[in-house]
C-alpha cells in the first residue's frame, strides 16, 4: 500500500497555538516505526485495502459520529480579544464574557454535540487565588450557551502544552483534583483531560478526573505514534472512557488516529488546522480550509474514529462539515 505521508514530516505551528505559547517545531517523526504500525493497524482494522487519502467513509465505521467543538482560545483571537499568557483563553472570562458565549453558540449552529468549557487555563497557577469563580463561570456561559448538550471541562496541563519536560508530572496531582472536583460539581458532563504531551502527568489527571465519577475523557498530544498508544492504553487504565489525539496538524494526525484503534475505547481526534500554508484554517475560515480538513478527518474516521472535532486554528465552519458527515 502506499501512504500519503513523505519520509519526514513535523508538528509546526506557526500562528498562535493552544497555549498562547510561541514555540515553533514541536516534534518531528521518522518513519520507519510509523510505516510498521501503520501496516499492523490497517491490517487489524480491516483497512488495508483502502487509500486513506481517499475521502471515503470506511463501512466499518458504525458508531454513531460525536462531534465536538472547535478551539475556543484561537477563536477568541480572531475576534480580536487579546489573550496574554499565562492566563490565555481565561482572560475572555472576565473581558469578553459574551464572547465566549457567541463562540459555544456558533459551534452549537455548527452542529458540535460535545462543547468543552472555557476552563483550559482557570487554573491556580495560570490566573492565581481567583481560579474557582473563573472555572465556575466558564461551566455556567457554556451550559446557558449550549443547553441541553454535553458540556466538557477542560483539564489541561499544568505547565505548556508544547513543553513536556516542564510537566511536574506526579507533583500535579493536587492541582488537576482541585479543578477536576470544581468542574464536577459545576456539573459537567464530561471531563476532558486534553492536550498532556507528558505520559505521567496525563495519568495523573485522568485519575483525579476520574475519582469524581464524571466521565473522563483523554486527549493527548502525541510525539510518536507508539508512545501515544502506551500513553492512552494507560490512561484507559486509569478510567478513561475515550482517548483523543489532538493539537497536532491536521495532515499529521491519520497515524496517531490508527494507533489509538483497537484499544477497546471509542477513539478519534480533533486537530489544529496546521501550517498557514496548508490553507485549512488560521482565521481564514473560508469554505476551502473547512473542506480540506473534512477530507482528512473522513480518513479519521475511515480509521474507525467515532469522535471527531477542531484544535487550534479551526472554527465553526470546520466542524459544521464534521457534523455534516453525521448523515453520511
Ligand atoms: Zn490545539
Redesign the pocket.
Known amino acids: 500500500m502506499t501512504f500519503p505521508f513523505s519520509a519526514s514530516f513535523a508538528v509546526v505551528f506557526t500562528l498562535a ?2 497555549s498562547g505559547h510561541s514555540s515553533s517545531t514541536v516534534s518531528s517523526l521518522r518513519p520507519p516505526s510509523i510505516a510498521l504500525l501503520l501496516g499492523n493497524t490497517l491490517a487489524l482494522a480491516g483497512l488495508a485495502r483502502k487509500a486513506p487519502g481517499r475521502a471515503t467513509v470506511s463501512p466499518m465505521s458504525h458508531a454513531p459520529l460525536v462531534v465536538l467543538d472547535g ?1 475556543m482560545g484561537t477563536e477568541l483571537a480572531r475576534r480580536g480579544v487579546a489573550l496574554p499568557a499565562p492566563a490565555w483563553s481565561a482572560v475572555a472570562l472576565d473581558v469578553a464574557p459574551d464572547l465566549v458565549a457567541a463562540v459555544h453558540r456558533d459551534y452549537v449552529t455548527a452542529g458540535a454535540t460535545v462543547h468543552t468549557a472555557n476552563t483550559f487555563r482557570t487554573k491556580r497557577r495560570s490566573v492565581g487565588p481567583r481560579w474557582e469563580e473563573l472555572a465556575r463561570r466558564a461551566v455556567r456561559i457554556a451550559r446557558e450557551a449550549v443547553g441541553s448538550l454535553r458540556v466538557a471541562g477542560s483539564i489541561a496541563p499544568l505547565e505548556d502544552c508544547y513543553r513536556a519536560d516542564l510537566s511536574p508530572g506526579l507533583a500535579s496531582r493536587d492541582e488537576h483534583r482541585e479543578l477536576a472536583r470544581v468542574l464536577a460539581d459545576e456539573g459537567v458532563d464530561v471531563l476532558l483531560c486534553e ?1 498532556f504531551p507528558d505520559p505521567t502527568e496525563a495519568v495523573v489527571a485522568v485519575e483525579e478526573a476520574v475519582r469524581t465519577g464524571v466521565e473522563t475523557w483523554a486527549a493527548l498530544l502525541p510525539t510518536t505514534p507508539a508512545s501515544l498508544r502506551d500513553t492512552a492504553r494507560a490512561c484507559i487504565a486509569a478510567g478513561a472512557r475515550v482517548v483523543l489525539v ?2 497536532v496538524a491536521a495532515k499529521d494526525t491519520l497515524p496517531f488516529v490508527l494507533a489509538l484503534a483497537d484499544l477497546g475505547v471509542p477513539f478519534g481526534a480533533y486537530a ?1 488546522a496546521g501550517r498557514e500554508e496548508d490553507g485549512i484554517g488560521w482565521g481564514a475560515d473560508t469554505e476551502s480550509g473547512a473542506r480540506a480538513y473534512e477530507a482528512l478527518a473522513r480518513t479519521w474516521i475511515a480509521a474507525g474514529a467515532s469522535i471527531v472535532g477542531g ?3 479551526t472554527g465553526p465552519a470546520h466542524i459544521a462539515r464534521l457534523a455534516a458527515l453525521q448523515a453520511v
Do not use: A, F, I, V
Request: hydrophobic residues 0%; glycine residues 10%; aromatic residues 0%.
Open positions: 497555538p493552544h478551539p492536550t489532538n493539537c489544529n484544535c487550534c486554528g
